[in-house]
């Protein structure tokens, strides 16, 4: 098992902790984090940004993960910021004590009512619109920083699964376009302090040279653009779902800072979501049903792709441990459904799991990322409660 997860006398462990007695004291479905994870692997980046000999900041992306213990553990880090991309976010950063200087937005398809909010907050923005320059300038002094979001060009993800890939989406400008794009904002009164690029969700080993052409094209518009401070690499790294998954690795990616931007020699700024909370996190949900159909064993469990959406929004799977069992047999193929009435609510198709009886636990690993924080109460099946230590 990965992360901080473990197997002790009472089943699986997270931190140390048995997990099995956190449902016992706060029912199901359940998100445990350990935060001292969160603040490992924030620290393993910052170690590897440093090997890259630049100037760097670390800015977690909120919409992967916004529960209160979860950012003031990052907040007790003192150097890691927050990129949020809302208002709402903003203003939850806010309230967690982070200083707008901390705070960058990176988002898309702004509404004069979200820039009216930015503006109010003196955040930075990486906006990727003619139009949001446009309306962004007429709303903040004179030569207010801002940043170009750059699309990446190449289309790199978890599984090449287009819905993870950000390059030719409707992020970024292209970057053919970014000089006179800089040109037309700085006409505007506005100075272009940041080039940013997003590669895509759960970068690969084999997304290396898609990236490092992405990472030179970055440097390039860099050296035409002389007010160009920051160079923000987006997220993207860090998502093992399957034991046979090989993601881009710290130092790899590292090294391809340090080749790409080293001659350029500014800072590097970097937006992890994934990487930091992902592995520090749980998702337990208790067993309801188990009924034989057509020679398939269906286990039904108390919660939904309301609570979490991978395997429903995006086909991406999740692991599945018995809690009390993590490391028996695994001799029983089932699949794993959901409460939800939609036929897409299934989080697992023949999968190999020990025996289960009704009323057992099943963890969902991992689950610190883009669980809870995308989760709806759709049918008003509500939603899970969050704990951390
Ligand atoms: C602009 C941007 N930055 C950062 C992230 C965080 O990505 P990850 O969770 O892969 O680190 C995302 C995720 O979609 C994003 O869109």
Same mark, same amino acid.
């Given at each position: 098992?990965?992360?901080?997860?473990?197997?002790?006398?009472?089943?699986?462990?997270?931190?140390?902790?048995?997990?099995?007695?956190?449902?016992?004291?706060?029912?199901?479905?359940?998100?445990?984090?350990?935060?001292?994870?969160?603040?490992?692997?924030a620290?393993?980046?910052?170690?590897?940004?440093?090997?890259?000999?630049?100037?760097?900041?670390v800015?977690f992306?909120?919409?992967?993960?916004?529960?209160?213990?979860?950012?003031?553990?990052l907040r007790?880090e003192?150097d890691v910021g927050?990129?949020?991309?809302?208002?709402?976010?903003?203003?939850?950063?806010?309230?967690?004590?982070?200083?707008?200087?901390?705070?960058?937005?990176?988002?898309?398809?702004?509404?004069?009512?979200?820039?009216?909010?930015?503006?109010?907050?003196?955040?930075? *923005? &990486?906006?990727?619109?003619?139009?949001?320059? %446009? +309306?962004? !300038?007429?709303?903040? #002094?004179? $030569?207010? =920083?801002?940043?170009?979001?750059?699309?990446?060009?190449?289309?790199?993800?978890?599984?090449?699964?287009?819905?993870?890939?950000?390059?030719?989406?409707?992020?970024?400008?292209?970057?053919?376009?970014?000089?006179?794009?800089?040109?037309?904002?700085?006409?505007?009164?506005?100075?272009?302090?940041?080039?940013?690029?997003?590669?895509?969700?759960?970068?690969?080993?084999?997304?290396?040279?898609?990236?490092?052409?992405?990472?030179?094209?970055?440097?390039?518009?860099?050296?035409?653009?002389?007010?160009?401070?920051? *160079? &923000?690499?987006?997220?993207?790294?860090?998502? %093992? +779902?399957? !034991?046979?998954?090989? #993601?881009? $690795?710290? =130092?790899?990616?590292?090294?391809?800072?340090?080749?790409?931007?080293?001659?350029?020699?500014?800072?590097?700024?970097?937006?992890?979501?994934?990487?930091?909370?992902?592995?520090?996190?749980?998702?337990?949900?208790?067993?309801?049903?188990?009924?034989?159909?057509?020679?398939?064993?269906?286990?039904?469990?108390?919660?939904?792709?309301?609570?979490?959406?991978?395997?429903?929004?995006?086909?991406?799977?999740?692991?599945?441990?018995?809690?009390?069992?993590?490391?028996?047999?695994?001799?029983?193929?089932?699949?794993?459904?959901?409460?939800?009435?939609?036929?897409?609510?299934?989080?697992?198709?023949?999968?190999?799991?020990?025996?289960?009886?009704?009323?057992?636990?099943?963890?969902?690993?991992?689950?610190?990322?883009?669980?809870?924080?995308?989760?709806?109460?759709?049918?008003?099946?509500?939603?899970?409660?969050?704990?951390?230590?």
């Open positions: 098992m990965d992360g901080a997860f473990g197997c002790g006398p009472e089943g699986l462990t997270l931190g140390g902790r048995a997990v099995a007695a956190e449902a016992a004291v706060h029912g199901t479905p359940l998100y445990l984090y350990d935060t001292a994870e969160v603040r490992r692997r620290r393993l980046l910052k170690q590897a940004l440093a090997a890259t000999g630049l100037e760097h900041r800015h992306a909120m919409k992967s993960n916004r529960f209160g213990p979860v950012l003031d553990a007790a003192r927050i990129d949020a991309c809302s208002p709402r976010e903003v203003a939850l950063a806010l309230r967690h004590g982070f200083a707008p200087a901390e705070i960058s937005v990176t988002a898309s398809m702004l509404a004069d009512r979200d820039l009216d909010a930015f503006a109010a907050a003196r955040v930075h *923005l &990486n906006l990727d619109s003619r139009s949001a320059l %446009r +309306r962004w !300038a007429a709303r903040v #002094p004179r $030569g207010t =920083p801002v940043g170009l979001r750059v699309d990446p060009g190449v289309a790199v993800g978890y599984g090449d699964d287009p819905r993870v890939a950000y390059g030719r989406s409707k992020f970024g400008l292209l970057p053919e376009t970014v000089e006179q794009v800089a040109a037309e904002a700085q006409a505007l009164g506005l100075v272009v302090d940041t080039l940013h690029v997003h590669g895509g969700w759960g970068l690969p080993a084999s997304a290396l040279p898609a990236m490092q052409r992405t990472f030179a094209m970055l440097a390039a518009l860099a050296e035409r653009l002389p007010p160009v401070e920051t *160079l &923000n690499v987006g997220g993207g790294l860090g998502a %093992r +779902r399957r !034991a046979s998954d090989e #993601p881009l $690795g710290l =130092p790899a990616w590292s090294d391809a800072l340090r080749t790409a931007f080293g001659r350029w020699g500014g800072r590097i700024a970097c937006e992890p979501g994934t990487l930091l909370v992902d592995w520090a996190g749980v998702l337990l949900v208790q067993v309801n049903t188990v009924e034989n159909k057509d020679g398939v064993t269906w286990l039904g469990v108390d919660a939904g792709h309301n609570v979490n959406v991978y395997a429903a929004h995006y086909g991406i799977p999740v692991e599945i441990v018995h809690v009390a069992r993590p490391l028996a047999a695994a001799d029983t193929i089932c699949s794993v459904a959901g409460n939800i009435n939609e036929s897409n609510d299934v989080f697992a198709r023949g999968i190999a799991l020990p025996r289960v009886a009704e009323g057992d636990l099943l963890a969902f690993l991992p689950a610190g990322a883009y669980g809870s924080s995308m989760s709806s109460d759709h049918c008003l099946r509500g939603f899970a409660a969050e704990v951390a230590w």
